[in-house]
């Protein structure tokens, strides 16, 4: 399984950065890849058994289970289980492994993340990640997160490594200078019961002012359907039958849209569908809190009892379980005002045609004595 998510970054990688650089590419792909061609573009080579010693005029992109890489590159994206760098020369290596075993290359940089990483090398820059990490030869600047660092050498520059790590340094080693960054905060109860709550506090805040905004531009430029939810019946029975009607298109749409998706020539209107659910699900509370402003404070301005019902709801929502279920309810209630607020709006209204009878003609003929 590791070995697939290191594989899956290097693909990664390869399409991403690579066609943006060169236009056409190599590849090379096997069960078993042996290379020492020359390549003038950015390379890909895949393959369960990898050994390249190539001269690659652009970028190489390795992906593989064992990988022996020698030769010389501008830059190198490797990814595989064990990683053999020997005599490489290149500008910067980036590697993911399981165990990297790096000597004699000439490089700028290394960025490499492993279990075990092992380097014997005179270079610039390190930057490494793993649980054990073995360094000899001499170095500019080293930053390292690890759980042990074993060093011989001398790092000339910065030694940059977490507080948690264990050292274990000969006697000829020289590091210039240390810094040690703490890798495990500790943090107060009391101080993480705080954050939590003001983040809690300011996210309700955050949603109240988007309803409030998003209300009040519905009940704007829907003036009438506004007006119509004042008409609606709002005793309990007919309360309760938006709530079931609410929930069935809480359920069935998403079915709805899946199907839909599945048959592949519709998938646009699945797609469609799943769009407008995702805004009928957050407009549905605004409309249940303008419904119950206006049964409640009918002789109310609109905006007024919308604000007051918004506050209620947000007061009552954070309270645990209570707050959870009445948001519930208000959002199965707004789908079924909405379902009926659409149907009004596409319904055809008979219109009652006044039939004229015919006049009756009247006889000029006098009647015979």
Do not use: W
Request: glycine share 6%; proline share 2%; hydrophobic share 50%.
């Amino acid at each position: 399984m590791k070995r697939l998510y290191l594989v899956l970054i290097a693909m990664v990688s390869l399409f991403v950065i690579a066609p943006n650089a060169y236009a056409l590419p190599n590849y090379v792909a096997d069960e078993n890849v042996t290379t020492e061609a020359r390549y003038d573009d950015n390379t890909f080579i895949a393959g369960n058994i990898v050994n390249v010693n190539s001269y690659i005029n652009g970028i190489s992109f390795v992906a593989g289970n064992t990988i022996k890489l020698a030769g010389e590159a501008d830059y190198s994206f490797i990814a595989g289980n064990t990683l053999d760098i020997n005599g490489y020369v290149a500008k910067d290596l980036f590697a993911a492994g399981q165990n990297i075993h790096i000597k004699d290359v000439n490089l700028r940089s290394i960025y490499a993340a492993a279990k075990v990483i092992d380097i014997d090398a005179d270079l610039e820059n390190l930057y490494l990640s793993g649980d054990t990490i073995t360094l000899k030869g001499n170095y500019s600047n080293v930053s390292i997160a690890a759980d042990k660092l074993i060093i011989d050498g001398e790092i000339s520059g910065t030694l940059k490594i977490n507080s948690s790590c264990e050292i274990e340094a000969t006697d000829d080693t020289f590091v210039f200078n240390k810094e040690e960054y703490n890798d495990k905060v500790d943090v107060e109860p009391a101080a993480l019961i705080l954050g939590v709550t003001i983040a809690y506090i300011v996210a309700k805040l955050i949603a109240f002012v988007n309803a409030l905004i998003i209300g009040v531009i519905i009940i704007t430029l829907f003036k009438n359907g506004v007006k119509n939810l004042n008409e609606v019946n709002g005793n309990a029975s007919n309360t309760v039958i938006k709530a079931l009607i609410g929930f069935g298109l809480l359920v069935g749409v998403p079915v709805a849209s899946l199907m839909l998706l599945l048959t592949g020539f519709a998938s646009v209107l699945g797609i469609i569908m799943c769009v407008l659910y995702a805004i009928a699900l957050y407009v549905s509370t605004i409309i249940t809190s303008i419904f119950i402003g206006s049964k409640l404070f009918k002789n109310m301005n609109v905006y007024l009892s919308y604000i007051i019902v918004l506050i209620m709801v947000t007061l009552i929502s954070f309270i645990p379980v209570i707050g959870g279920f009445i948001k519930f309810i208000m959002l199965i209630i707004g789908l079924g005002l909405m379902l009926d607020f659409f149907k009004s709006r596409v319904e055809i209204k008979e219109v009652p045609v006044e039939v004229k009878e015919k006049p009756k003609k009247v006889s000029t003929k006098k009647k015979e004595k």
